[in-house]
């Protein structure tokens, strides 16, 4: 009995102890599990609006693949007589953990909300797009358009990296290449370009359907932002290098050429300038067409100088040493009032962009303003030096069979217009004096890349008058095909792209006053048949030694020495901040 009893005993302590060894095991399992999967999760900040179970799209700015995350309970989190939504104090936190779904299957979600992470990662929820949320100072897109983010984390912020789902065609860019700049070369021309948050550039470009009621802006952004390339029937242009550029991709263009700058660093202490990679153009003229307040026109413009008043690298300068291209005309970002039916917004007006300098396709020509004009870009995007010469050899063996010509439509709606004189008096004029190519007409070829340039290549002189503004893309399109411009108005070329032209101005074009052509007091065909021949071939001469320094070369070049565009671009900037830190200096001292 005593051995029975003692077996028993031991049997008892034996399973015992397996018991505590299965509950020892399964301890440090479920502590490893609980580690893991802390790990995959993250604590972000969640606003009212979020459901439980919700997908939520995090964004940051890198360039990893999206990814999807699900909002969970966390104990105090719920406000219990509200369903299973945050209580409407706001930011609550919330666990996320990672979902696995490919992004076609994240488009068909109706529920997106907005985060802002409560540590420095500070990543950020995708939202639906809705209207302005009154004293936020936040953009948002109206209803009937493609969604968009709302926010973004600061450049560099956070270790996961996350997109939003794309819903458009990606603008082609060119690949990023590893450059490194010659110290000795790069003395004093080393460029810093901050990442900014992603709703400042890539965010706009993703949302490309939304940003032109009448233009297909997917297409036209296409290639880098040089467009779709063109076909060329008749062998008008030459053989490469040539696309339906819209001439207010600039900042598309421009961004991408100075990824390829070969004095680019990532040290901005090594830095004599900043450049701000803001697609301001392209922000506003989402809103310039439809009923927008000047809140929302204005908000993407006053988050990205608050975000840069707070980067070190503001500190330097105050500013002074960032500089930013805005694709549109000045006038578009200089509204003096804050009324909703004024027409486009405050940038150039905003204390902290009054430091920068602003480059423009047309400057306001402001007395101590901030902004600079440089050229409209054309269609001619070369890939070497070699199709620069080409191109500008076989634009002089060209013969031209018109006199003049004009490319444009009438203004009625603008009575000082000297436009209908100018139509009517190449109407007037016998056959093979003047073409016209008469736009805003059904089916009209104004709107064809080649029928504009065959026109400018068969022209001696192009006539280039006022539009909506005092600047026109036409004009750098006609010297592209050699042909001199002919301006009426010092405002519409000579006063605005100094950089770029040469100082005396009659080497390369002629100046018929506005005034006199308004009044009837000048045959324009005759005051140009006047110009003796030798005149006229050195004028073209000088025309064409012109192209290069107003094309855009593709982004996608490399190797290229001759100073396009961009480069002389570049040098004006430097030579500008560099004599407004001598005057800092001095003052200093």
């Known amino acids: 009995m005593e051995r029975k009893a003692w077996s028993a005993c031991h049997r008892h302590k034996f399973w015992a102890v397996v018991f505590a060894g299965v509950l020892f095991w399964s301890g440090l399992i479920l502590l490893f599990n609980s580690d893991a999967m802390a790990a995959k999760k993250k604590i972000l900040r969640i606003p009212s609006s979020a459901h439980i179970d919700d997908e939520v799209i995090l964004s940051t700015d890198s360039e990893d693949d999206d990814a999807v995350f699900k909002v969970e309970i966390r104990s105090g989190d719920l406000n219990r007589g509200r369903g299973n939504t945050f209580a409407k104090e706001p930011d609550k936190e919330a666990w996320i953990t990672p979902v696995k779904r490919s992004r076609a299957a994240t488009k068909g979600k109706k529920s997106k909300a907005r985060g802002r992470n409560s540590s420095k990662k500070r990543s950020t929820a995708a939202s639906k797009a809705k209207k302005p949320d009154a004293g936020t100072g936040n953009t948002y897109m109206d209803k009937s ?31 990023m290449e590893i450059i490194r700049p010659d110290p000795i070369a790069c003395a004093g021309r080393y460029i810093y370009m901050p990442r900014l948050p992603r709703r400042f550039n890539k965010d706009l470009i993703r949302n490309c359907r939304s940003l032109s009621p009448w233009t297909d802006m997917c297409t036209v952004l296409s290639n880098a932002g040089l467009g779709p390339q063109i076909e060329n029937p008749g062998n008008v242009l030459s053989h490469e290098g040539w696309f339906a550029t819209d001439q207010f991709s600039l900042e598309v263009i421009f961004h991408n050429r100075m990824k390829q700058y070969d004095c680019l660093t990532d040290n901005s202490s090594l830095a004599s300038a900043v450049f701000v990679p803001y697609y301001a153009g392209i922000d506003v003229a989402q809103y310039l067409w439809f009923n927008s307040s000047t809140r929302v026109r204005d908000a993407g413009m006053r988050d990205l100088t608050r975000w840069l008043r707070m980067k070190p690298e503001w500190k330097v300068m105050r500013g002074k040493d960032h500089f930013m291209v805005a694709g549109r005309i000045g006038w ?35 007395y101590n303003g901030n902004d600079y004009a440089i050229p409209y870009p054309t269609y001619f995007h070369p890939t070497s030096d070699l199709e620069v010469e080409e191109w500008q050899n076989r634009t002089r063996r060209l013969r031209r069979e018109f006199l003049f010509s004009f490319a444009g439509g009438k203004r009625p709606d603008r009575p000082n217009s000297i436009r209908g004189q100018l139509i009517d008096q190449c109407k007037s004029s016998p056959k093979q004096r003047c073409k016209l190519l008469e736009c805003g007409l059904n089916g009209s070829k104004c709107y064809r890349p080649v029928d504009l340039m065959q026109l400018f290549q068969n022209s001696v002189f192009c006539l280039q008058p006022q539009g909506d503004s005092y600047t026109r893309r036409s004009s750098f399109d006609s010297i592209l095909g050699g042909c001199i411009p002919v301006f009426f108005h010092n405002k519409s070329f000579y006063e605005q792209y100094k950089w770029h032209l040469p100082e005396d101005h009659e080497k ?39 192209i290069p320094s107003v094309v855009y070369a593709d982004p996608r070049a490399k190797g290229m020495v001759i100073d396009d565009a961009f480069n002389i671009t570049i040098k004006g900037v430097m030579d500008r901040i560099g004599r407004l830190r001598n005057k800092e200096d001095e003052v200093g001292r």
Do not use: C, H
């Not at 969604?147 to 690949?175: C, D, I, L």
């Not at 486009?344 to 602003?358: A, D």
């Open 145 to 175: 358009r493609p969604s968009s983010k709302v926010e973004e984390p600061e450049a560099g912020a956070g270790s996961s990296s996350v997109q939003s789902v794309e819903t458009v065609p990606k603008v082609n860019e060119p690949e």
């Open 332 to 366: 578009d970002f200089r509204r003096e009032y804050e009324s909703d039916t004024d027409w486009g917004t405050n940038l150039l007006l905003l204390p902290e962009s009054k430091n920068m300098i602003i480059l423009v396709l047309e400057s306001t020509l402001i």
């Open 508 to 546: 390369y074009s002629v100046l018929i006053a506005e005034d006199d052509v308004r009044k009837g007091k000048v045959n324009v065909e005759e005051l140009l048949s006047k110009i003796p021949t030798k005149r006229v071939w050195e004028m073209r001469e000088e025309v064409i030694r012109m």
